[in-house]
Structures are given as C-alpha cells and as structure tokens.
C-alpha cells in the first residue's frame, strides 16, 4: 500500500509511502483518489492533512512503469489516476492542509496546488519537469502557486522554485524546519477542526464554486497533449533517456 490513513480527533491524516521518491504507479494514484474521498464522506472528518514519508513530497508518476508497459495502458492509466487524485484533493468536502518537504515535482505540484492550505520545511521545492519527459500537464496547478509569467518560465525550462519563493508569494502558509513539518500541519489544522463542521464544509463548496479556473477541464485539457505527443514517438525518447540516465535526443 502506498497510502496510509489514520483519522484522529476529527483530522484525517493521509500519507504517501512509496520509497524510494514517491513516484506513484498508476494503482497508487487511484489509491490516494480513493483515500482522499473515504475522508470526505467520513462525517467526523473536519479537516485532512496530506503528507509524505521518505526523501521528498512526490516525484509525480512512475516512469519506469510507464517504460516497461507496452502499449498505452500505463500512460492512460496515470493520466486517469492523477486527473482522479488531484479532482479528490479538490473535490473534499473539508479543508486540505499539504505538508511538503523535499521535492514536490509533477504530480505533487498537481496535488499541492488543489491543496487549501499549504506548509513547506525550507528544504522543499516545487518543479515541473515534464516537458523534458515528454508531457504536458499540471501547469494549470502550478499557476495557482507561482505568477502567470513564472508559472511558463518553470515550464519551458523545467526549473525549479524553492519554498522560499512560493512564502514570498503568499501560497506557502509557514514555512518552517524540516522536524517541526508535520507538527506545523497538525497545529494548522487543529485551528480549523475547532470551528464548526457544519460552517467549514459550507465554506469549502462556496470557495471551489467561485474559483475562477475549473481546475479538472483545465488538467483534463493539457493531458490532451501528452496522449498528443506520445503519438509522435519523442515522448518515449525522452523518457528513455530520463531511465536509462543518458541525453536525450531532442532534434524533433
């Protein structure tokens, strides 16, 4: 299991585990979908706390995976098992308070960014390197971190940004020591499980229903171009050379 969940006074405490990076297969992205959405409809549940253990936050999907399957099979399936895992950390009906350290890259940035609330150790950093395995996606949660003209900077060049910058912009909450994260995050979200449930759950669906972005067509509309690429073979150059840790050939 790549998920571990626990729910204690009212806060539902959910944990990637998958070593070594917590790049999740595509049965570990629906698995965290459907932990995210066992919290949500719990009704004890006034708040979640979303965490890592191991060396970093997430390294988004596995590649190796997706490499060793033939077909399209694994491509589909964790193009379908990150849509659903980033529409569950949106879609819960309570608050979401993500605890990052390390890397958070890919995936995670899909997950943190649909996140309400967010604290970082000042170790963590946030990228998107898909573009360099080939992919598109995630960039509509990374605007929700980092400026519009940033946000494409990071993309085109695969750059990443350190907490620091994303304190500075106002979307990491605290940023604090790497052993005092996970306290941080319980302090967060002991401050909102002390309010009303009734109130907060209410707060949640008014806060989603004025977003500006519809986050899930938005992602649903970039992976339309990773399938796209994959057509042309220079997807799976890429990654090879990202699992066999050569240069690419990016000629096309």
């Known amino acids: 299991m790549a998920i571990r969940y626990e729910v204690r006074d009212g806060i539902a405490e959910v944990v990637l585990d998958a070593p070594p990076v917590n790049a999740l297969d595509v049965a570990g992205w629906f698995e965290l979908a459907d932990t995210m959405r066992r919290a949500s ?47 569950a950390v949106y879609e819960c009906e309570v608050p979401v308070v993500a605890a990052v350290h390390g890397f958070c890259v890919g995936g995670g940035i899909g997950l943190v960014g649909n996140a309400d609330i967010i604290v970082a150790s000042h170790d963590a950093f946030f990228g998107l390197p ?30 990443n940004a350190p907490a620091s910058e994303l304190h500075a912009y106002g979307s990491i909450y605290k940023l604090v020591d790497r052993d005092k994260l996970v306290d941080t995050a319980f302090e967060v979200a002991r401050s909102i499980a002390a309010k009303s449930p009734t ?10 229903g004025i977003d500006p972005v ?3 067509r938005s992602y649903r509309y970039e992976q339309g171009f990773t399938f796209e690429l994959n057509l042309t073979g220079v997807s799976d150059e890429l990654r090879d050379a990202f699992v066999e840790n ?4 990016t000629s096309k």
């Open 41 to 87: 409809r719990d009704p004890q549940v006034r708040v979640v706390v979303l965490r890592a253990e191991g060396r970093g936050f997430n390294a988004g999907v596995d590649i190796k995976e997706m490499q060793n399957t033939t077909g399209y099979d694994a491509l589909v399936g964790a193009n379908r098992g990150c849509y659903e895992a980033f529409a």
């Open 130 to 159: 898909e573009v360099d395995r080939g992919a598109l996606g995630a960039a509509t949660h990374l605007a929700r971190l980092v400026p519009q003209h940033r946000m494409r900077q990071m993309v085109y060049t695969s750059e």
């Open 199 to 208: 109130v907060i759950r209410a707060a949640k669906a008014s806060l989603n």
């Open 214 to 216: 519809d986050v899930k």
């Open 246 to 249: 050569r240069d690419a050939d």
